[in-house]
């Protein structure tokens, strides 16, 4: 069984998670990140999905409703699990163990032999078969998916040490310096060549793990003041379980920040091979069929982009940028470097026109804009003659009630914002 943990409140995203769960915020134009770990579990013949959540649930509960319905002669399910109060435990979910743990009621009522804990906000490929097979031939307690990592990039992670039989002996949350050289390990242990493991010697947590079923029982129960996997449940288990690790060595991102999620956003763009490909015909990754039209493109000058379905485009030019379904955008408009995220619904043509003569401003990007490194939610009215270039190359700011925030550099609109006519930002 998989239990796919949804985050928590997503402070990291804010504001695309202002009005969303985390594992909702739309990806790659069309997709939603909850796609990714219940695509691959559906890839993997795994069929049993549960999804935890508690902050603002309602979107996600609706995209896993209309999306994954399995037959009923097939015995799968993917359902959601909000946080609740109970009798026995009046609090919220206090972390990823806790959200497990206020749930083990009902998963041991499954006849399985191991759970798999998923993270809901991770962009990657991987067929769990093999995961779970490494898993039962080192004879684990628990495993866990581990991803190889220069030094560079790895006293951002939390990094493990392994013996000469893969099994974990010790863990240190983002060390640095000396504490991090202690950390190296010999990654050929875990089937890396000479060169790949001289390069990569250190090994990062996914936030991936299989458990026996008794064995997460057992843990969860035992200590009911750990709340969390990876820096308390985990750890303390490796002194008297096998903890072994299974090494991951394909493409992994953790889309937890505006930065990350706009980089791997418009990374999907690159020729001819992005890191991150949805056209693998073996591995599709699944989302909510919507039945749109075709994009249609009036004059427009297009280069390494991805368009979504139903989009209209007039005499634009778009230029290493993404746009989400249903998007619009009129005649003279530039779009650069940016992850437009579309519309919930199209707004019909006499509305629009009655917009215009009211002096309000219809969803999608107005003539003669002009949008640069930016997120644009979904829904936004961008008005004509709009610049959002971030012209005073500002790093951080908040500006809720003009309808924008700016994360590292990156301008983000909210979702339903306006940006009146003439606006530069």
Request: aromatic residues 10%; contains cysteine; proline residues 5%.
């Amino acid at each position: 069984m998989a239990i796919i943990l949804g985050g928590g409140a997503g402070t990291r995203l804010y504001p695309l998670t202002k009005l969303r769960a985390k594992p909702a915020v739309p990806l790659a134009g069309k997709y939603r990140l909850i796609d990714i770990p219940v695509s691959n579990c559906i890839n993997s013949d795994i069929y049993q999905i549960y999804v935890l959540t508690q902050f603002n649930s309602a979107s996600l509960n609706r995209h896993i409703s209309r999306t994954y319905s399995f037959s009923g002669f097939h015995g799968g399910f993917v359902e959601i699990l909000a946080a609740q109060q109970t009798p026995e435990n009046p609090n919220w979910f206090q972390g990823t163990a806790d959200a497990v743990r206020q749930y083990l009621w009902l998963f041991q009522e499954f006849d399985v032999d191991e759970y798999l804990i998923l993270s809901g906000d991770h962009l990657y490929r991987m067929d769990y078969s093999d995961f779970v097979q490494r898993h039962r031939e080192t004879n684990a307690d628990i495993t866990i998916s581990v991803i190889p990592m220069d030094e560079k990039r790895a006293s951002d992670f939390g990094l493990m040490k392994i013996d000469r039989n893969g099994r974990v002996i010790d863990f240190s949350e983002k060390p640095k310096g000396e504490a991090l050289r202690q950390m190296q390990v010999d990654t050929t242990v875990l089937g890396l060549s000479p060169k790949e493991a001289k390069n990569n010697p250190y090994i990062a947590s996914m936030g991936i793990y299989v458990f026996k079923k008794d064995v997460l029982l057992e843990v969860l129960r035992r200590s009911p003041e750990q709340t969390d996997f990876g820096k308390e449940i985990i750890p303390a288990a490796a002194k008297e379980y096998n903890v072994q690790a299974y090494l991951f060595n394909g493409y992994w991102e953790d889309i937890g920040t505006i930065e990350a999620f706009y980089e791997a956003n418009l990374a999907l763009t690159q020729q001819p091979h992005p890191p991150f490909s949805f056209y693998d015909e073996k591995a599709p990754i699944y989302t909510r069929g919507r039945y749109l039209p075709p994009s249609k493109l009036l004059d427009c000058q297009i280069t390494e982009s991805m368009i979504g379905e139903g989009c209209i485009l007039k005499d634009c030019r778009i230029h290493h940028s993404v746009l989400g379904i249903r998007t619009r955008v009129e005649s003279g408009a530039t779009v650069q470097d940016t992850l437009i995220m579309g519309a919930d619904f199209y707004q019909p043509m006499a509305e629009r026109q009655a917009h215009c003569s009211q002096g309000k401003i219809p969803i999608g990007i107005g003539a003669n804009s002009i949008i640069r490194r930016a997120i644009i939610d979904k829904n936004a009215c961008i008005g004509c003659d709009v610049q959002i270039v971030n012209k005073d190359r500002v790093e951080e700011a908040e500006r809720e009630s003009q309808g924008f925030y700016i994360r590292n550099g990156i301008v983000v609109v909210l979702k339903n914002a306006t940006i009146p006519d003439g606006t530069i930002i």
